[in-house]
């Protein structure tokens, strides 16, 4: 968990906006993590501190991730949007102190995904999606699934932001495009 001075720490660097969208990932989190009953600690502190490398100065995206040593693949390298859970993957142990490699790893891939995620992986990454800022075509039928049938939210939030991405004509990462090979046979038509 992380103390009331690293709080402000992360409201200072994120902004309140993103702040606040951390609380609600870090609520909507501990509800899915309800069923599932993994470190309540872990869940939280994952979630709070999952866009902690989206910092509101950009230029210091690149800055830090110099200064971590931090070797971006060719398909991270041009998009802040991926490279912000790279650096926020180190932030978080080194300014943050986090130690655990659940953690770690939730924080790192909560914007791909990946094939075979930890269960505290799939709750970070669903809730992400559906916290209940978020507004939009489905997320009540992703808020359904992720409380009942967690596998198969991972599934429909990957296809769903995929689907995203493409529409926007961005590169679509290989490790999204191997979570969803993966995750797919998780795939039902349950409401169709």
Known sequence: MINPYQ???LEA???KKRL????RVSQTASSINDTIGLNPIWVQTSAILHDCGRLKDKDQISVRLKRYGI???SQTQDSPQLQHAV???FLAQYQYGIQEAA???AIRYHTTARAGMSPLEKIIYVADAIEFGRDYDGVDRLRY????QLNQAV????KQTIDFVKQNHQFVHTQSIQAAEYYKKYKEDLFE
């Open 13 to 15: 660097e994120i902004g």
């Open 155 to 158: 599934y429909e939030v990957i």
């Open 71 to 73: 070797v971006l693949d």
């Open 7 to 9: 709080m402000a720490l």
């Open 20 to 23: 606040e969208h951390s609380q």
């Open 103 to 105: 953690v770690l790893n």
């Open 87 to 89: 650096l926020g993957r």
């Open 145 to 148: 699934l992720a409380h009942n």
